[in-house]
Nanobody, 119 residues
């Protein structure tokens, strides 16, 4: 079992940057694949970025490639999402999620943090 708490959301102008953080509880954080997802009003939640348990492999949605960077610190049980060159279409609630190695899906989710990008 793991609990996830996101922070770092807020209001930013287009072209600006934000850094989201996700703090995880539990002893097995280093065995989980971690991901960031987002949900805009009226839209389904979608994948943003993912990182392997040891941080050696990352992947991104096409819409954020080159602008967002996911990273993790297993010693601190944290995963971060650095978001640069933000656009109004990045406005959404951003969720941190954890996928145990034995699971086929992300089983644990945070409560979400709002990111609003003004034009």
């Amino acid at each position: 079992q793991v609990q996830l708490v996101e922070s770092g959301g807020g209001l930013v102008q287009a072209g600006g940057s934000l850094r989201l953080s996700c703090a995880a509880s539990g002893r097995s954080f280093s065995t989980y694949r971690m991901g960031w997802f987002r949900q805009a009003p009226g839209k389904e939640r979608g994948f943003v970025a993912g990182i392997s348990s040891n941080g050696g492999s990352v992947n991104y949605a096409d819409s954020v490639k080159g602008r967002f960077t996911i990273s993790r610190d297993n010693a601190k049980n944290t995963v971060n999402l650095q978001m640069n060159s933000l656009r109004p279409e990045d406005t959404a609630v951003y969720y941190c999620a954890a996928k145990p190695y034995q699971s086929a899906q992300y089983d644990y989710w945070g409560q979400g943090t709002q990111v609003t990008v003004s034009s």
